[in-house]
């Protein structure tokens, strides 16, 4: 049995969706990051960073897995799916799962605080981010024009890149002109677990379309911002 620790946002997304995919049992935890329950010293012993999710496989001895990259790539490797065992093919997966820890979530995780979370709004932050995503956006366009998935089947790179690329509107980023990216992100948005996993913990109002909801959404996380 899976515990997981989490909180509804890209990167708990990621964690979720995979045990989904893998159908793997888990235990929800929800983290109230607004009362600062990750930094609370029973958390900080299972992930020092204070960050959610955290995953702890209580079939391995509580073995506690923090970093969502690291997460998936336990989880895929648990249960011998979405990461190939060859080493070319487990390649071109962590190529693409890196690419999205490395550029697409601090990129829109950047947008997202100068777009919607500083109360002062900072051009010039606010064009860097949402270019530089529009650009990584562009990066997976070319890759999926030629590849039904971003590496050769289906994996953990699609869903890490998901989770984050399906809150574009979020970020303020224009996905015109990517049909190739519309064709990938809808055809994931209709897998049944992908549509539960980011319902973990509780699922999000339209934020882009209620005012209120992306007021009190973006209050809460400036006051995250701080710490």
Request: proline share 5%; net charge negative; aromatic share 10%.
């Amino acid at each position: 049995m899976i515990e997981l620790y989490t909180a509804s946002t890209p990167n708990g997304w990621k964690a979720s969706v995979t045990l989904e995919e893998l159908e793997i049992p888990y235990n929800v935890n929800a983290i109230n990051l607004g009362e600062q329950t990750q930094k609370e010293e029973w958390f900080l012993k299972l992930n020092p960073n204070g960050r959610i999710p955290v995953i702890v496989d209580t079939s391995n001895e509580d073995f506690p897995v923090f970093e969502t990259g690291a997460i998936m790539v336990y989880l895929a490797e648990q249960a011998g799916r979405l990461l190939p065992t060859d080493v070319k093919g487990r390649s071109l997966v962590m190529q693409w799962l890196m690419f999205q820890m490395g550029g697409i979530g601090p990129m829109m995780g950047q947008a997202n605080v100068f777009f919607r979370y500083f109360p002062e709004k900072i051009q010039p932050a606010i064009d860097r981010y949402q270019h530089e995503t529009r650009r990584l956006f562009e990066v997976l366009e070319r890759r999926l024009a030629e590849n039904e998935w971003l590496a050769d089947d289906f994996s953990i790179a699609d869903l890490a890149n998901w989770c984050w690329v399906r809150t574009y509107k979020w970020s303020g980023v224009s996905s015109d002109g990517l049909p190739n990216l519309k064709r990938w992100r809808d055809a994931i948005r209709e897998r049944p677990a992908c549509q539960r996993g980011i319902e973990v913990p509780q699922r999000l109002d339209n934020m882009e379309n209620d005012e209120k909801a992306a007021d009190k959404f973006s209050k809460n996380a400036r006051s995250i911002l701080q710490t």
